[in-house]
């Protein structure tokens, strides 16, 4: 059940589910601001789109950081084998 660090980098999502679910929510609510004119639906819209774009931004940071920590992995095993 365990797996190596290698294994887990490279089956690497390039696109985590997380940010195209956001980036979806984000579209439709777009979409939704001109067909709702009522202030109280355009706020809840906006707050919507707040937090869809908080959520892409975190997951962003999380995938770049787990990138290169797969990166400095990598580069310690290919330091560490030996050359012929």
């Known amino acids: 059940m365990a797996h190596?660090?290698?294994?887990?980098?490279?089956?690497?999502?390039?696109l985590t589910v997380v940010a195209t679910l956001a980036a979806f929510l984000i579209s439709i609510c777009f979409r939704q601001m001109g067909r709702f004119a009522s202030r109280s639906s355009r706020w809840f819209l906006f707050a919507c789109i707040l937090l869809a774009?908080?959520?892409l931004?975190?997951?962003f940071r999380y995938v770049r950081r787990?990138?290169?920590y797969c990166a400095d992995v990598r580069r310690q095993m290919?330091?560490?084998?030996p050359s012929h």
Do not use: M, V
Request: with cysteine; aromatic share 8%; proline share 4%.
């Open 78 to 81: 290919q330091e560490s084998a």
């Open 53 to 55: 774009g908080a959520t």
């Open 57 to 59: 931004f975190t997951d």
């Open 4 to 14: 190596s660090s290698g294994e887990q980098c490279d089956s690497l999502a390039p």
């Open 66 to 68: 787990y990138r290169s």
